[in-house]
Structure formats: C-alpha cells, structure tokens
C-alpha cells in the first residue's frame, strides 16, 4: 500500500457532497488538498474541515488546504487553480475531476440552456480538468479520477442531459487511460448509483439512508490512490447494496 502523507491532491466541486468526503479523507490520509467550486461560502467551510481532519506531524506548517474559486467550464479559471496548488504545494499526485450537475425530465421540455450546463459541466468540464492538469500529473507519474455514473452505462427517460454527459465521460476517461498510461498517469473513473448529497438541489432525508454516501467513494479514492502503480482498476461501478424498493 503506498503512503500519501505529504502528496498533494486537486478536486473539482471539492466544497459540497461527494468532493468534499473525498477531500476529507485524502487530508485524513496526510494529504495536501487543493479544492475548486465555485461557492466561496461552502470552498471556505470545507477548508475549516480539512484542517480538523489532518494528521498532525512535528515541524508541520500551514493549512493543508487551498481553495479556489473555479468554475470547470472555464479553462482561465481551473488553470489559474492549478498554478496556485504548483505555486503552494509544488505537485499534484491525484487529481479527482467530479464537479457535476444534473438537469432531469422529458427532451420535449429541457431547454438548450439546461443541456449546455449539463454537457459544458459534466463532460467539456472534466476535458478542461484533464488539459490544465496533465503535465503535472505526467511529472508525478500520478493518478486521475474522474466521477462518473451508473447513469453513464445505463440510460432512463428523463436522462437525456445527463445519460449524454455520464455516456461521454465513460469513453472520454477510458480514451484518455488509453492516452496516458504509457506516461506513467493512471486514469480510472468511478461511476456511483445513487449516493445522499445535495446533488437534487434539497439536503438529504432519513428516508435516503439506503443510498451511497459521500465516505462510500472517498473510500474508493483513496483504495486507488494506495494501490500499487502497476495495477489499474480503470472503471469500478458502486451502488448501493440494498436500494430501497420502488
Ligand atoms: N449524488 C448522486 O446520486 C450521484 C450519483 C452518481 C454520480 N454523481 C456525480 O458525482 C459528482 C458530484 O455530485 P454530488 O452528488 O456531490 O453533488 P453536489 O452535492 O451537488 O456537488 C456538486 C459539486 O460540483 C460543483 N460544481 C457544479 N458545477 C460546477 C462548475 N461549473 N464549476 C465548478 N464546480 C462545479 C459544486 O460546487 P459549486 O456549486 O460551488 O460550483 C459542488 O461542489 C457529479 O459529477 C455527479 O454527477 C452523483
């Protein structure tokens, strides 16, 4: 199992719901974490967070964290990102793109806005996550994660936006482990059923105790990140056990 302690990490929408207990955890493990989103308020309280979380060490210094106001669907802005983690930390070992949005119902009713943010967020977003990463992920010979979906293999009505962008990223991310393993990258994608978040835009109820929760795929980050680099699980389905019944 390789130890993380003194890495660095880099995740998109790393300040609410599934990015947050990635980042959680990867700080737990003695990691740096550069984290991007683009509410100041909730990138300021995970940071608070990833501090309480961090093993503490003799001559540490510094919060472990770095937030970055960036929105994925902006090249300028996940670069600038980028630079301040190289600037602050100077690598970048694991780098979990999972920044999403979801627009559901019937292609008769989505509008061409909601397909744009699904589609500029989901899939060009992750592109744009991968180019401003890549060399620094090459000089660490380091790991890329990205988040998909159930939803990315298996489609449903309602799903057109969605299925689309989760469809797209599952070749981009296969294509893209194809590009770069020879550079020494390892590149996975982890495509989660339903997990409890605030991914439906309300907080999550009891009721949604059955589901996945954000621990559930940090755990799986972190399995990734520990495993020996010449091993490569490029895709791993999660869903939770026992969904409720419909
Ligand atoms: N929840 C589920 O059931 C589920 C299942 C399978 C896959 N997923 C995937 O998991 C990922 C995370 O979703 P979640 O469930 O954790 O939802 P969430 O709680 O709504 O979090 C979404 C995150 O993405 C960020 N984000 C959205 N648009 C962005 C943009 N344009 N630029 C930068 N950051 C952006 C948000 O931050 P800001 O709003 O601050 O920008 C937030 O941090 C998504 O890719 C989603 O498709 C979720």
Redesign the pocket.
Known sequence: MRDLSGKTAFV?????????GVAEALAAAGMRVSI????EE??AATLAALDGKAPRRDGDSGPVGLGAV????QPASLQEAVDATMARFGSIDVVVA?????AFGSVIDLDPEAWHAVI???LT?VFNTVKATVEPLMASSGLLVT?????GANFFAGGSA?NAS?FGLLGFTQAVMLDLRDRGVRVSTI??????????GRDPTPEEAW??H?DDIAETVLYLARLDARALPSRIEIRPSRPARR
């Open positions: 998109t929408g790393g300040n609410r719901g599934i990015g947050r991007t989103g683009r509410d909730a990138l960036a929105d994925v669907r999972n920044a999403g949005v979801g500029d967020t989901n977003g988040i998909g979906s159930l939803a969605y989760k495509m989660p059923g339903s997990v409890a978040t605030h991914f439906s589901k996945l954000p």
